[in-house]
């Protein structure tokens, strides 16, 4: 038997065998694929051996370092994520509401989710009427790994991986600037400065420029490091489309000639997603995006 006959001798109650697999891909490892999927490495183990049984190949050499693929790994990687996807969007469909064509799950993260999530989605509900909408927030790893296994459709993020099966398109450039309370500030003040955790690249790029900045406050997520600083006062790097509104109000103050750093946000789709749902769905975020229409 072929291994791509044996690929389909794969049940959908097998589901779990695959997403198992993708994780481990993932992650480099079977220890972090149980961390990352919260169950016992003996788990991964179990599952990993049951889908090469069924396959009837090795998918794994396992090492000190972690976890590489063997040639028929590389080979059953090609159809994973599409074997997983297929299986959501049949569940999907099926739960479809009467009167509807479709049902579409969009999410974003936590500091995505307003305005441009929210915005997104009354776009959705006027211009795609007969489109069921699940809407989705989660942290940036979590949710990732939905979009690849196919239990969310779009999603959109700051700096999403590259995985198997996924489709990545830029939305818009944001700006993280530096605005304070105090209209008088002209530098990075140490005292009254909250550092706002925006990810890897800021935090090169930060030290770079800010070599001796040593804040004794930080956040991971920008809404509540901003409404600190709204309610206690100080200074920190924001998105300028959630500052916008506040400097025009004159609650806070860009402090010039500091440096601005980017920060763009993607959609992360699924490479088989269903183009009648999902191309009309992302034309509307482009536009929100872009201001070409109102939410």
Same mark, same amino acid.
């Given at each position: 038997?072929?291994?791509?006959?044996? /690929?389909?001798?794969?049940?959908?109650?097998?589901?779990?065998?695959?997403?198992?697999?993708?994780?481990?891909?993932?992650?480099?490892?079977?220890?972090?694929?149980?961390?990352?999927?919260?169950?016992?490495?003996? %788990?991964?183990?179990?599952?990993?051996?049951?889908?090469?049984?069924?396959?009837?190949?090795?998918?794994?050499?396992?090492?000190?370092? $972690?976890?590489?693929?063997?040639?028929?790994?590389?080979? #059953?990687?090609?159809? !994973?994520?599409? #074997?997983?996807?297929?299986?959501?969007?049949?569940?999907?469909?099926?739960?479809? =509401?009467?009167?509807?064509?479709?049902?579409?799950?969009?999410?974003?993260?936590?500091?995505? !989710?307003?305005?441009?999530?929210?915005?997104?989605?009354?776009?959705?509900?006027?211009? +795609?009427?007969?489109?069921?909408?699940?809407?989705?927030?989660?942290?940036?790893?979590?949710?990732?790994?939905?979009?690849?296994?196919?239990?969310?459709?779009?999603?959109?993020?700051?700096?999403?991986?590259?995985?198997?099966?996924?489709?990545?398109?830029?939305? +818009?450039?944001?700006?993280?600037?530096?605005?304070? %309370?105090? &209209?008088?500030?002209?530098?990075?003040?140490?005292?009254?400065?909250?550092?706002?955790?925006?990810? =890897?690249? /800021?935090?090169?790029?930060? $030290?770079?420029? /800010?070599?001796?900045?040593? =804040?004794?406050? &930080?956040?991971?997520? $920008?809404?509540?490091?901003?409404?600190?600083?709204?309610?206690? $006062?100080?200074?920190?790097?924001?998105?300028?489309?959630? !500052?916008? &509104?506040?400097?025009?109000?004159?609650?806070?103050?860009?402090?010039?000639?500091?440096?601005? /750093?980017?920060?763009?946000?993607?959609?992360?789709?699924?490479?088989?997603?269903?183009?009648?749902?999902?191309?009309?769905?992302?034309?509307?975020?482009?536009?929100?995006? &872009?201001?070409?229409?109102?939410?």
């Amino acid at each position: 038997m072929t291994f791509e006959r044996n /690929f389909y001798v794969i049940l959908p109650m097998d589901i779990e065998l695959a997403r198992t697999f993708i994780e481990i891909v993932s992650s480099g490892s079977f220890i972090r694929a149980s961390e990352r999927l919260n169950v016992a490495q003996t %788990t991964v183990s179990a599952r990993i051996r049951s889908l090469e049984q069924q396959l009837g190949r090795p998918l794994f050499v396992r090492h000190k370092g $972690g976890a590489s693929l063997t040639p028929a790994g590389e080979q #059953f990687l090609r159809h !994973a994520p599409m #074997f997983v996807q297929l299986w959501q969007r049949t569940l999907h469909q099926v739960a479809v =509401p009467p009167g509807r064509r479709a049902v579409l799950t969009v999410g974003s993260e936590v500091s995505l !989710a307003q305005p441009l999530l929210l915005d997104w989605v009354r776009c959705m509900r006027r211009s +795609l009427p007969d489109i069921a909408l699940r809407v989705h927030v989660d942290v940036p790893q979590d949710l990732i790994n939905q979009v690849a296994s196919g239990m969310v459709d779009i999603a959109i993020m700051y700096a999403p991986p590259h995985r198997p099966g996924l489709k990545i398109d830029l939305v +818009l450039e944001e700006k993280l600037v530096l605005v304070t %309370t105090n &209209s008088e500030a002209h530098l990075l003040d140490g005292s009254d400065y909250v550092y706002m955790d925006w990810g =890897p690249d /800021f935090t090169l790029h930060h $030290g770079m420029n /800010f070599p001796s900045a040593a =804040p004794d406050l &930080s956040f991971d997520l $920008g809404p509540l490091a901003l409404n600190y600083v709204l309610a206690a $006062g100080g200074s920190g790097y924001f998105r300028l489309s959630e !500052a916008r &509104s506040h400097i025009a109000a004159g609650r806070l103050h860009l402090v010039p000639e500091m440096p601005q /750093f980017s920060y763009p946000v993607y959609a992360v789709q699924s490479a088989n997603a269903d183009e009648t749902v999902a191309v009309p769905a992302l034309a509307g975020l482009h536009a929100i995006a &872009s201001g070409d229409i109102k939410p």
